[in-house]
């Protein structure tokens, strides 16, 4: 016996979805569940606050449930063109706002309990937080986007790609030079 492809099961169970949301438009709740976590770390980390990540989820799915009719694979994954939506979405909050991006405002979701009673250990994560913030504020928009998309979003290399317009071997390249001048950077004192 053959063993099934995972990526292969997982697609033509999303184009069942897909198609099931094409035409009972209720169905499309499945999708939303399945995407609304990521999608919302995505927006999160591109956002000010908790509650323009919110809005800016919510413009995604209201916009990704009225051109689902429209929607064609074309060897664009679902989670690709989503993220597509999410990205400008962001992208247009931008030019109204025109606001910078603080990364102090890292989404909470993505830091680790602060259940530790240690005086000491909470200082000594503080500053490390501190410090990765401060060498994740020096990066570009494009690297930022990236990481975001990678971490924020959990996009593959080839999903990312696929967002961004890029082949997966040029976004893995990428990927894998910001993360190591961060450790670099982070590990110089």
């Given at each position: 016996?053959?063993?099934i492809?995972?990526?292969?099961?997982?697609?033509?169970?999303?184009?069942a979805?897909?198609?099931?949301?094409?035409?009972?438009?209720?169905?499309?709740?499945t999708?939303?569940?399945?995407?609304?976590?990521r999608?919302?770390?995505?927006?999160?980390?591109?956002?000010?606050?908790d509650e323009?990540?919110?809005?800016?989820?919510?413009?995604?799915?209201l916009?990704?449930?009225?051109?689902?009719?429209?929607?064609?694979?074309?060897?664009?994954?679902f989670?690709?063109?989503?993220?597509?939506?999410?990205?400008?979405?962001?992208?247009?909050?931008?030019?109204?706002?025109?606001a910078?991006?603080s990364?102090?405002a890292?989404?909470?979701?993505l830091e680790?309990?602060?259940?530790e009673?240690?005086p000491?250990?909470?200082?000594?994560?503080?500053?490390?937080?501190?410090?990765?913030?401060?060498?994740?504020?020096?990066l570009?928009?494009?690297?930022?986007e990236?990481?975001?998309?990678?971490?924020a979003?959990?996009?593959?290399?080839?999903?990312?790609?696929?967002?961004?317009?890029k082949?997966?071997?040029?976004?893995?390249?990428q990927l894998?030079?910001?993360?190591?001048?961060?450790?670099e950077?982070?590990?110089?004192?």
């Amino acid at each position: 016996m053959l063993p099934i492809d995972s990526d292969y099961a997982v697609e033509s169970d999303e184009a069942a979805l897909i198609e099931e949301a094409r035409i009972n438009p209720l169905a499309f709740d499945t999708l939303y569940r399945r995407y609304l976590a990521r999608v919302y770390r995505y927006l999160r980390a591109r956002s000010e606050s908790d509650e323009d990540a919110a809005d800016l989820t919510q413009q995604v799915f209201l916009h990704a449930f009225h051109a689902l009719p429209g929607y064609q694979q074309r060897g664009l994954p679902f989670a690709a063109w989503l993220f597509q939506i999410a990205r400008h979405a962001v992208t247009d909050s931008y030019r109204r706002r025109r606001a910078a991006l603080s990364w102090d405002a890292l989404p909470v979701a993505l830091e680790a309990a602060q259940d530790e009673q240690d005086p000491e250990r909470i200082a000594l994560r503080q500053e490390r937080l501190a410090r990765l913030q401060t060498l994740l504020a020096k990066l570009d928009a494009r690297q930022r986007e990236l990481l975001a998309l990678r971490f924020a979003a959990g996009l593959s290399s080839s999903q990312i790609a696929a967002v961004i317009g890029k082949s997966p071997a040029a976004v893995k390249k990428q990927l894998t030079r910001i993360i190591a001048n961060l450790k670099e950077q982070y590990h110089e004192r």
